[in-house]
């Protein structure tokens, strides 16, 4: 007996998945993994090329009563890359049907790592910054700057944004792209600039997006003003860290997983190994504190960090809902294997 299977291309996944929707489905997500309705190992990596390339596989299952998927991302990171004109993070997602196990979607993945890993940092923002937050720094001009830009304007009625980057013309051109884009939307867009350091973009931004490949910090504590929301995207390894040790000790630390954070992020394996903090310096997964299990931000000046590393159900989660909504579109291509 054959198997029919839907590949969606990247164009196919783009036509179907919106930021909106998005965000929704993976708040969803994030309460299903932390109510323990998802069967998820910490993802397996192995290195290509020494600290400069790695390939990670990240199976996972959410149960029928969290909606019935079952799949695996297979990602690739691949720094050199840039210099061959191809994405450093390149990745395909596997859906299988979870009553018979069969393959039903092939599906790009590397816009829906792109897209899911802005939507978390969303719906952390939506919960951990000030409510009156309307300023946002983001250090990093990549994919993941312009689709946390994107997301984070989803939840926050910005009227600033600040961006810095190492390199003068990545930033400039990241600027006047978001500045097209937000006429050509006819939106009231926020004033959007850059500036030559990464001092300026921070001192005094409500929300700070680090989206960089950094091993090392990229920001100072003393940057960051009481009541700041930062969004910690990079060094997801755990000989790497994005941000000032000191910083991550004195804010409030929320992970998507303990169990991933503890072997995976740099900034607190690190930070444990020192001595700066024990384990239990994880406030809790933002999953908990969606759905009260823990306390998210407790005051105006309580400085909050959300960890992100990226999570195969969150993967599996947006792969579905793009697969969901091709079929109703009858968009993609049918195949038999």
Same mark, same amino acid.
Not at 4 to 18: G, M, P, S
Not at 68 to 88: C, I, Q
């Given at each position: ?42 993802? %397996? ?36 890359? !840039?210099?061959?004109? +191809? ?15 069969? +393959? ?20 952390? %923002? ?8 309307? %300023? ?11 689709? !946390? +830009? ?96 000191? +910083? ?90």
């Amino acid at each position: 007996m054959s198997v029919r299977f839907r590949v969606l291309t990247e164009a196919d996944v783009k036509a179907v998945l919106t930021m909106d929707e998005l965000i929704d489905a993976m708040a969803s997500a994030l309460k299903s993994f932390s109510a323990r309705e998802v069967e998820q190992p910490v993802r %397996s990596i192995i290195s290509v090329d020494g600290n400069r390339a790695f390939f990670g596989t990240m199976p996972a299952f959410a149960r029928a009563d969290s909606g019935g998927a079952l799949g695996a991302k297979l990602v690739t990171v691949f720094e050199a890359n !840039h210099a061959k004109g +191809l994405p450093s993070h390149l990745a395909s997602i596997l859906l299988m049907d979870p009553q018979t196990g069969a +393959l039903k979607a092939l599906l790009d993945g590397r816009y829906i790592t792109e897209a899911r890993t802005a939507a978390v940092s969303a719906v952390s %923002s939506r919960l951990l910054a000030r409510k009156a937050a309307r %300023s946002l720094a983001i250090i990093g001009s990549g994919v993941q700057a312009k689709s !946390h +830009l994107e997301a984070l304007s989803r939840v926050h009625t910005l009227k600033q944004v600040t961006v810095w980057s190492p390199n003068r013309a990545h930033r400039e051109r990241f600027v006047d792209e978001a500045r097209s884009a937000a006429a050509s939307a006819h939106t009231a867009a926020p004033t959007i600039g850059c500036v030559d350091h990464a001092g300026e973009a921070v001192i005094g931004a409500d929300v700070i997006a680090l989206v960089t490949s950094s091993p090392a910090p990229v920001i100072e504590s003393g940057w960051v003003k009481p009541g700041a929301h930062v969004i910690s995207v990079g060094a997801c390894r755990p000989n790497q860290r994005e941000m000032d040790p000191e +910083l991550t000790a004195r804010a409030t630390f929320f992970v998507d997983s303990r169990d991933a954070a503890l072997v995976e992020s740099g900034d607190l394996v690190m930070g444990i190994s020192e001595g700066r903090f024990g384990p239990d310096h994880i406030a809790g997964e933002l999953g908990q504190a969606l759905t009260g299990a823990v306390p998210g931000r407790t005051s105006d000046t309580e400085i909050t960090i959300f960890k992100s590393l990226g999570m195969a159900v969150e993967d599996v989660t947006a792969a579905d809902l793009a697969y969901r909504r091709a079929r109703e579109k009858n968009l993609g291509k049918e195949f038999e294997l």
